[in-house]
Structures are given as C-alpha cells and as structure tokens.
C-alpha cells in the first residue's frame, strides 16, 4: 500500500524544537514535491514548507522563515521538518502531501497528520 506516514509530533515547551518526519511507505520520493501543511482548531490549513523534486529548492511560510528548516534523506525515502524556536501560535496537526506528475499522471498522497502542540 502507497502511502505517507508523519511522526515526530507531541508537546513542547515554547522555546523548544521537533523534528518531523515524512516517510514514504511502498514508493520514492525521487520524483515527488514534497510540502508540509498544518491545521489549527477552528482554521484554515496552511502551507508551512515545500522542497522540490528537481534541485530540491525550499520554500517557507512567513511565519516560519529562520525557525523551520525541510530536507530529504539521500535514500530519498522521508522529508523531515525541523522546528525549532517553537510558539503556542505553532500548534496544530502537521500534514505531509507528496505530488508528481508521470507521463501526465498526477499523483498524489497525503500523510494521516501528526498533533504538535507548543504550550508551558
């Protein structure tokens, strides 16, 4: 079965760091942009972070620049996530999509979410 699985989610203090961790289950990320969203109670999901599948530039929401930083693994297998510098306002469920397009095809997964919560 293809799909995504997060882990790396729990409680921190603000101030304190998390690492993400997007793995692929059944396929390689080679050829897959990778983008991190999260959702807060009560809004709308956002987009925290992507790299590309070509030369793996990065992108980064305001709010996160300077504190969050994507990567992949060279087995090309996970996309981690690290926070550091967390905030109360950093707390939701933190999502994985993974999304290619084969011959025309797109394809496209999405991770079953994993709960950051940033409180003293």
């Known amino acids: 079965q293809l799909q995504l699985v997060e882990s790396g989610g729990g409680l921190v203090q603000p101030g304190g760091s998390l690492r993400l961790s997007c793995a692929a289950s059944?396929?390689?990320?080679?050829?897959?942009?990778i983008g991190w969203f999260r959702q807060a109670p009560g809004k709308e999901r956002e987009g925290v972070s992507c790299?590309?599948?070509?030369?793996?530039?990065?992108n980064y929401a305001d709010s996160v620049k300077g504190r969050f930083t994507i990567s992949r693994d060279s087995a090309k297998t996970t996309v981690y996530l690290q926070m550091n510098s967390l905030r109360p306002e950093d707390t939701a469920v933190y999502s994985c999509n993974a999304r290619a397009t084969f011959t025309g095809v797109s394809r496209e997964y999405w991770g079953q979410g994993t709960q950051v919560t940033v409180s003293s």
């Open positions: 059944g396929f390689t990320l080679d050829y897959y942009a």
């Open positions: 790299i590309s599948s070509s030369d793996s530039s990065t």
